[in-house]
């Protein structure tokens, strides 16, 4: 094969699985074999430079950084949505286009509305020659160099069926893990953080220098179409979109076609349940009239199509005030910052608390008391302080520290060397470590022990009764019947609940043991590999760094727990007052034969219950995970399985029933 063709095919391939690898996110290769032929492009292409064209996948990254961006007139406006925060909203906007369309039923194409900055790419007989941002949505920035760098848009089209000028509108954005490592990253270098993933995604498309741009983990959906040329395009805006698909231009996977405004809120509602799973941030879903033929007819008003609403979510970053700042004491002794706030609506929950972290990060935003703030409700589960408005400050606020003596029990505070965390030395003597210990131990994962909740821990060890994690086993039917708001009947249903957790695993009771670092997972891991407690007792460091995901740090921890004389005791104690489980032969390879493998379980299973299907699936060493996504290998569905079935479809994740 002569080396030109040989460039072509190398190209033509690489392309090939960049398409199935981005757009149809259907790996077909390793990427150790996609890095190995990248690289043997590279040599090629560098040993005859003359075959090299601006389409081939070395020409992504390398331009000479720019001294501004050059500004590009869009040949048609790029226009904004109205948005609609209420149903009231969305079914106003449809009395309003169908009394323009004569009363006719309408179907729209309903999708997330991602969160990130909106582009324009021009394609020119297939190749790739301008990208552009909306900027006021007459004129934008060309930022080409650093749109060439994002491996999901295509540098050239596939097939030969596309027009000879394609326009195609869509989003840049950063998918929440590279967002979290993007941080990580500016943490380690001592540099600011970004606040959100839509900050982080347009400041890394706007750098001058597209080396940056191309280390940023940068993603692109496409949504929309602007000029075209030499082609007739399908009737609808759906087609249109799969259009764009078959010619290499990802679009997101939640598109969805929907009769009328109920069908428009039942997706608004199903997208928003399902939001945190998502891998980007979305902050709405966008209803668009299917027929191009009725978008023509209902065209524009002032700098929005009449034919497009947004439909946003509830607020997930607002404003409040920082009332005061709390220390509360963990089961591992470590001290948290809690900001107190002034009662606000952060994603349609009422949010009184925040968490600071640690004292780097109080010092690194300087949040101190009286401040306004800006909440967010990271993930949608925990709320966090993400910046202070300076602006805001009254004149005598004062920087906050952390206290050197622990607020419960007065013990000295330490703070170990390579750790942000400050923590209580004092021990199971302090009162808030041995809520929290007595808390972790019953819970549902641990010894699941039925009805002893918070308040009556709070009461018995408030009250002295108890000194550790066993003597909850020494109480008798009096001292339960004694306490507050309990009586004869509480009092047996605890003792009865008491004995029946006597009957455990080694691996809850390794979890319930509270070992610093060690969760549901690792302990199942521990279990799994050592088969006895006496084997886990007897591990060194390096023993322990063999099982798989313990590093030096989680062993450390592990080896630390079981020298300390007072653990002993109590593992010991607990054994003498009857906790016992079934020992087992450590884990062979063959025996954890779906180790890697990431399961889902949907719907009702009828030959098990779900936690029985876990622990099976997780005897064979797979992962067993509450969500699909692209990490996904087999979706387990039983009866009536849901939204879960759905997404494995949409993913193109097997799907198996129980009896496989």
């Known amino acids: 094969m002569k080396i030109q063709e040989q460039i072509t095919q190398l190209r033509k391939t690489l392309n090939e699985h960049n398409y199935y690898y981005y757009v149809l996110d259907e790996p077909r290769i390793p990427d150790s074999e996609y890095d190995y032929l990248m690289r043997e492009l590279q040599a090629l292409e560098a040993q005859h430079p003359k075959f090299v064209t601006p389409d081939s996948p070395t020409q992504r990254v390398g331009a000479t950084p720019l001294s501004a961006f050059a500004e590009v007139v869009h040949t048609i406006p790029m226009l904004s949505l109205g948005n609609a925060f209420e149903d009231k909203e969305v079914r106003d906007f449809e009395k309003r286009i169908r009394e323009r369309l004569g009363g006719v039923k309408i179907e729209y194409v309903a999708e997330p509305k991602l969160d990130g900055l909106a582009v324009s790419l021009r394609y020119e007989n297939g190749l790739l020659v301008k990208a552009a941002t909306r900027g006021d949505g007459s004129r934008g920035e060309d930022v080409t160099q650093n749109v060439k760098t994002i491996k999901s848009i295509p540098l050239s089209l596939r097939g030969n069926d596309f027009p000879d000028v394609l326009e195609v509108r869509g989003e840049v954005f950063m998918p929440k893990a590279g967002f979290e490592k993007l941080n990580q990253q500016q943490i380690t270098k001592g540099d600011k953080t970004f606040a959100n993933p839509r900050n982080a995604a347009a400041g890394s498309l706007r750098q001058l220098d597209s080396r940056i741009t191309a280390t940023r983990h940068l993603n692109f959906l496409s949504y929309a179409i602007g000029v075209v040329e030499g082609a007739t395009l399908p009737n609808n805006h759906n087609d249109i979109l799969h259009c764009l698909q078959t010619w290499g231009l990802p679009i997101p996977i939640y598109i969805q076609l929907v009769q009328g405004i109920p069908g428009c809120l039942n997706y608004h509602q199903d997208i928003l349940a399902h939001r945190k799973a998502l891998p980007f941030e979305i902050d709405g879903v966008v209803y668009k009239v299917n027929s191009m033929e009725q978008q023509e007819i209902l065209g524009f008003v002032s700098r929005a199509p009449r034919w497009a609403i947004a439909h946003k979510f509830p607020a997930q970053e607002v404003m409040t005030q920082l009332l005061d700042i709390d220390v509360q004491v963990g089961r591992t002794g470590a001290l948290t910052p809690v900001a107190r706030l002034a009662p606000v609506s952060v994603g349609g929950v009422t949010v009184t608390n925040a968490t600071l972290h640690n004292q780097d990060e109080i010092r690194r935003k300087d949040v101190r008391v009286g401040d306004t703030v800006i909440v967010r409700r990271a993930g949608d589960v925990i709320p966090e302080v993400v910046r202070v408005l300076p602006e805001k400050r009254p004149d005598n606020t004062q920087p906050f520290d952390l206290p050197n003596k622990c607020p419960i029990c007065h013990a000295d505070v330490a703070r170990e060397e390579g750790e942000a965390v400050i923590r209580c030395t004092g021990g199971l003597f302090c009162p808030a470590q041995r809520k929290q210990a007595l808390q972790h131990f019953v819970s549902r994962g641990a010894m699941d022990i039925d009805g002893l909740g918070e308040k009556l821990i709070e009461q018995i060890i ?145 030959q098990m219950t779900r936690n029985q299907a876990k622990a099976r699936l997780q005897a064979l060493g797979a992962k067993v995970s509450g969500s699909v996504s692209q990490k996904t290998h087999i979706v387990v569905a039983g009866e009536k399985a849901g939204s879960k079935l759905e997404k494995a479809h949409a993913l193109g994740i097997k799907v198996i029933d129980e009896a496989a």
């Open 462 to 606: 408030d009250g002295n009764l108890v000194n550790n994690i066993a003597d909850i086993y020494t109480l008798s039917h009096e001292q339960w019947a004694g306490l507050e708001r309990m009586g004869d009947k509480s009092a047996a249903n605890i003792i009865k609940a008491l004995d029946n957790s006597k009957t455990t695993t080694l691996m809850r009771f390794l979890y319930a043991l509270g070992i610093r670092e060690v969760g549901e997972t690792t302990a199942r891991t521990l279990a799994q590999h050592f088969g006895t407690l006496e084997k886990l007792k007897e591990a060194t460091n390096p023993d322990l760094q063999k099982v798989p995901d313990i590093g030096p740090i989680m062993a450390k921890h592990i080896v630390a727990f079981f020298r300390e004389a007072h653990n002993l005791e109590i593992i010991q104690r607990l054994q003498e007052i009857g906790i016992h489980w079934t020992e087992e032969e450590p884990a062979t390879t063959t025996a954890q034969s779906l180790v890697g493998k990431t399961f889902v379980l949907t719907g009702t299973l009828s």
